[in-house]
């Protein structure tokens, strides 16, 4: 009863926020495509997975995700896996084996309640730096894309005046908070894709999906798991439920936050379901999200507008829509990913206020602003420059080494040394008291 109860809310929500403000919906839901269409390209091009069976799955995962958690909870790709498949070429049996397997250890960590008492003891300033850390190496990763295009090459339609142009009417949209960014951009990219696909003849056809098996073989299940499955674990869990969760709660504190096993539970079920089939490992990522908002998402409205959109695309084009989306311009994908990364850094900025989870909760006195306002607790300098080295040091150590399992260990050992360090002070302090004494 409860559930349904909390169903039929977050569906009148869903809708009302549909009606009322439609285009940022879809705006905001087009804003994670910087990351999922040249992942799932490059992937579809070297026949690893299926294009279609992709966009079939990712659109169902899309609309249950908005119906249930009624938040812009993004389905974007795997990385881990998507890097390592893509350098190596890796065959169907491989890159699923790796997804199935991350599915599989996720619904254990999840099941057991594992992956809830893991996610509460992460300080909060370790969690911070891996958000920042993960949209700065978003805005790393695109900035270096763009400065690879010339000013007038590859194409009249993809290059660096482009991009200039992109990101200037990104800028805009500061000062004109109306405007349907993700959404002009997708329109204006996919007329310009069109026109040079057509050039080349390479305009999708009308081809049904028909699901095909897609079963690992012995060896798909060792190099899989091996090459790439073990180090997209921590990712996944790190960043596409722990750092997302925290981040949904940070974006939008008057909804109702998921829990992290019930995000947990939805990236496994998606993987151990789409994997036999030939799609893309997909989780959700706290920067797909910061993307989706900053374009305008505030519900679930937006993704079930998505999934709909992929689902129907993907049944009825598939794998022929690979040609033009090969065409679009990187340009303006890049910026929508510098964008994404821009927001997911932001949230450093709340790290010693109160929004901080774990402030809100503190016995910290707060200031009070002169309407009344609590403003934010009062942390000693001390204090809040630990925190804030705690946060550097994941960021830079998970930036430096391209990896979020690296930065969350040298967060985590930076934390230790300073809480140590806090409790060698108060045995001293306690001794000099005489409140402890050493026998001889």
Known sequence: MQFLDSFRDISARN????????LAEISGSLGDLGTFLPIAIALSVNGTVSLSSTLVFSGVANILTGLFFGIPLPVQPMKAIAAVAIANSFSNGEIAAAGIFVAACIFVFSATGLLRWFANVIPI???????????????IAAGGSISNLGWVTPSWADNRIWAIVAFVFLLSINYIHQIPYALVVLVVGLAFAIVRAAKLNDLPNFIPWIPVLSIPMDSDWRVGIVNAGIGQLPLTTLNSIVAVVHLASDLLPDVKTPSITSVGLSVAVMNLVSCWFGAMPVCHGSGGLAAQYRFGARSGSSVVFLGILKLLIGFFFGNTLVGLLKSFPYAFLGIMVIAAGLELASVGESLNTTGARDLKKSHHTSILGGNGQEIGPVLSEDERKRRYTVMMVTIGFLVGFKNDAVGFLAGLLCHGSFQLSSYIQKLQARRQEGRIQLTE
């Not at 809708?15 to 439609?22: A, E, H, I, P, S």
């Not at 300033?125 to 805005?139: R, T």
């Open 125 to 139: 300033p370790v969690v911070k730096g891996i958000q920042v850390g993960a949209g700065l190496s978003l805005i």
């Open 15 to 22: 809708l009302d926020l549909f009606k009322r403000q439609t």
